[in-house]
């Protein structure tokens, strides 16, 4: 992370302005708040990607709070919006600068990067601007390994960087649910017990699609940890030799319909206007 860091900070300098990709399921969890300092006065665009994956009436409350604290957001699917609302997004961020090299006579070409946290869809989002595979996209972190500036328009030039984290992530809620959405390796993890804090979460949030996913009893609403589990892996039948609770297979599997959005959408954070 410290060389990518010094990378970006090192790009930075050459673009006009920067467009941050943050997770519409967490929009707060999985903004930088080192990127403030690296961009400086440069133009910024805050864009809530996957937006298709999260509650429609909070991603709305969010980019109102956004709005009423001077930052220009937008929401965005790269599955399905289409690329000129990020076009237009960044001319409209740049208009003064623009304005200027036309009075010279000159087109300006713009550029613009692209920074976010590992697995929040940087490359995918890049691809759907261009209309086409020029970025290397999978789901899951550490995919893009260096900076690549590739050309959306003749006038327009987008910046693919590597996914930063923060040196110190503090915030226990807030790491968990970098976690849960794939921004941490799940390697390192304990993935039972992400899964279970997770499930736990979902209860919360939207329980009946938990409990008609996982064919959840009256009462297991209740249960926490490895018992959570328990009852997830009877209700999907996920049982190993001699009846035993599949629990670790029963984890993989809930941390990946979450992502995928097989719950229906749901946004982990919520703002108070």
Not at 2 to 30: F, G, H, M, N, S
Not at 163 to 172: A, F
Not at 217 to 226: I, Q, R, S
Request: proline share 4%.
């Amino acid at each position: 992370m410290a060389k990518t860091r010094r990378e970006l900070e090192k790009q930075v300098k050459l673009a006009d302005c920067v467009i941050e990709l943050i997770d519409a399921r967490a929009p707060y969890a999985t903004r930088n708040p080192e990127l403030g300092r690296m961009i400086g006065q440069k133009a910024h665009i805050l864009v809530l990607n996957k937006a298709d994956l999260a509650d429609d009436a909070v991603t709305k409350a969010w980019l109102e709070y956004f709005k009423q604290n001077g930052t220009a957001a937008l929401r965005f699917r790269s599955t399905g919006d289409k690329p000129q609302l990020i076009i237009r997004q960044v001319e409209s961020a740049l208009s003064d600068k623009i304005a200027r090299m036309k009075a010279k006579g000159v087109n300006k070409t713009l550029r613009a990067m692209i920074v976010g946290i590992p697995n929040v869809g940087k490359s995918t989002f890049i691809n759907r601007i261009k209309g086409q595979a020029v970025a290397k996209a999978q789901d899951r972190p550490g995919v893009t390994r260096s900076t690549q500036w590739i050309k959306i328009t003749p006038f327009l030039e987008l910046l693919d960087t590597p996914g930063l984290l923060w040196p110190k992530l503090s915030d226990e809620a807030g790491a968990r649910r970098l976690a849960y959405l794939g921004s941490i390796k799940d390697e390192i993890m304990d993935t039972e017990a992400l899964a279970a804090s997770l499930l736990k979460e979902l209860l919360v949030i939207k329980p009946e699609a938990v409990i008609e996913r996982y064919k959840l009893k009256p009462g297991d609403e209740t249960l926490e940890g490895e018992e959570l589990l328990n009852a997830c892996c009877r209700g999907r039948g996920l049982l190993l030799s001699g009846g035993r609770f599949d629990t670790l297979r029963c984890a993989s599997l809930a941390l990946d319909e979450f992502r995928g959005g097989k719950l229906g959408k749901i946004t982990l954070e919520r703002i108070s206007l």
